[in-house]
């Protein structure tokens, strides 16, 4: 019998219950004060003691809630935020009582009384069959709020504190995706793939079914057949410089024994409402063991990556007075960037020849120079792959034709290579320093006689307001 099915139908019982005993009902559409009954719900969840009978409220109100219209469920936010933060009088006595006597047993009762009643409540709806999953599914709405509704920021770190906790590395299952495993999951593989569009089943064999592909993802036990995350791999005999040696179809197969090289080509994350839980780091490091222990000849770790900002970041540099990254030449009207302008210029090799040299040395501007507001490279993807300890490798020139990477990228990516044995080394040059460790061949294409302004290589928004590619894509690990 499936341990999980059992547990949830035994779940499911204890809840029916509940409810047969609380008498309560689904939401209804038209009920006048769905928020005040709802918020009353809650009261009464906080305060309730009994296993079956908290189990049927936290399903009531979880009901309610998916029940709820759009303005509905920003009223309900805003509840969580105004009626169900800290207990004020608990908290001013407490911090009263800490000031007289700093002593453990005050610094617990203070600790207590800070957290705001709605962390307890989510615990509390967590109860519900299905609670995790549709907690998920929450905060994705609550992310999607709270642009426009910055207050709403205490609600969300009262989820990911919680969400840190439930979906840390030690209850997460790796398990290998493959041409068998369960359709309902490879129907899940191919949606939320977010780097390199599957277009169907066919190209979704050509990614798992040979030999020298793998494919690898994080579950979590209360979202069993929902991956969290996952990464698709190449076995390879070198590093790869475009993504149609890994994608194109008519490509030459070869036997997994024989490679040497591991390409990590796409890593995208599953679940909206788990942004900015980390799991990527955690998955690249299973995945090397995993493989070395499969195939001892591996003995390169390596990524193909898009770049997603660059695009963006490069059409403002060329668009400002002044630019540490171009040079005069570069730029403007005259410039041989301008071929940049004109739709079809990967097409004309005599447009990219001329574009390749100034593009190539902008890229590496971008990687090594640039900086947002926190002194962090502007690429989502480099502070991802920097901050695990690889080292940016190499730059590849027009190495993704595809629309969304030429709009993105002007076809640009990268590999960084993950050399196990300096990985710690590099990590920490990054986090500690901020240093990003690249390749000679890389750090060549810089001049040392141009550094950048204060204010960093990028064209910065206004403070604390990320430019439109670091919104959009900083919510995901994309990532090859």
């Known amino acids: 019998m499936n341990t999980t099915s059992f547990f949830s139908d035994m779940l499911q019982s204890i809840t029916d219950r509940g409810r047969r005993f609380l008498s309560l009902g689904a939401a209804q559409d038209d009920e006048a004060d769905a928020i005040g009954t709802t918020e009353e719900l809650c009261e ?45 009088e608990r908290l001013e006595r407490a911090i009263a009582a800490y000031r007289t006597d700093p002593s453990p047993k005050a610094l617990l009762e203070l600790s207590e009384a800070a957290e705001p009643r709605r962390q307890e409540l989510i615990r ?38 919680l969400f840190g906790s439930w979906f840390n590395r030690g209850f997460l299952v790796l398990r290998p995706i493959s041409w068998s495993t369960p359709a309902d999951i490879l129907e899940k593989i191919i949606r939320y793939e977010a780097v390199h569009h599957i277009g169907g089943w066919d190209e979704l064999r050509r990614r798992l079914a040979p030999e020298d592909r793998r494919c690898f993802a994080f579950f979590h036990p209360q979202l069993v057949d929902d991956p969290l ?42 679940q909206e409402g788990l942004r900015g839980i ?23 770790f390596a990524t193909l990556s898009p770049v997603p900002g660059f695009a963006d970041w490069l059409s ?49 501007w971008y990687f090594l120079r640039a900086r947002n507001r926190s002194g962090k490279p502007l690429d989502p993807v480099a502070r991802f792959h920097l901050g695990n300890g690889a080292r940016l490798e190499r730059i590849n020139f027009l190495a993704d034709r595809s ?78």
């Open 316 to 364: 403002r540099e060329r668009a400002a007075e002044v630019s540490d990254a171009l040079t005069p030449a570069d730029r403007a009207g005259l410039a041989v960037l301008a071929v940049l302008d004109e739709p079809d210029w990967a097409d004309r090799p005599e447009a990219a020849a001329s574009a390749q040299s100034a593009m190539t040395a902008a890229a590496a």
């Open 278 to 300: 980390s799991f990527g780091n955690f998955l690249i490091k299973q995945v090397v063991e995993d493989l070395r222990r499969e195939l001892p000849r591996l003995d390169t």
């Open 124 to 161: 509390r709806l967590n109860l519900a069959p299905n609670g995790t999953a549709t907690l998920v599914g929450m905060r994705e709405v609550l992310l999607a709020l709270k642009g426009d509704n910055p207050d709403l920021e205490a609600v969300d770190a009262d989820f990911a504190h």
């Open 229 to 270: 995350i996952f990464v698709e791999v190449a076995l390879t005999r070198e590093m790869p410089s475009t993504i149609s040696d890994l994608l194109r179809e008519d490509r030459a197969t070869i036997r997994a024994a024989d490679a040497t090289t591991a390409v990590f080509y796409s890593i995208s994350n599953c």
């Open 44 to 88: 009464t969840l906080l305060s309730s003691r009994g296993e079956a009978s908290g189990m049927a409220l936290a399903k009531s109100i979880l009901d309610r809630w998916q029940g709820f219209d759009q303005q509905r469920r920003r009223d309900f936010m805003f509840a969580l935020l105004s009626r169900f933060g800290p207990n004020i």
């Open 403 to 480: 629309e969304r990477a030429m709009r993105q990228a002007h076809g640009l990516m990268v590999n960084y290579l993950y050399k196990l044995e300096d990985i710690e080394t590099n990590h920490e040059a990054f986090a500690s320093r901020g240093e990003v460790v690249a390749a000679p061949a890389v750090r060549r294409l810089v001049p040392t006689d141009r550094g950048p302004r204060a204010t960093a290589a990028g064209r910065l928004p206004p403070k604390g307001e990320p430019h439109d590619a670091a919104k959009k894509h900083d919510s995901k690990e994309f990532t090859s």
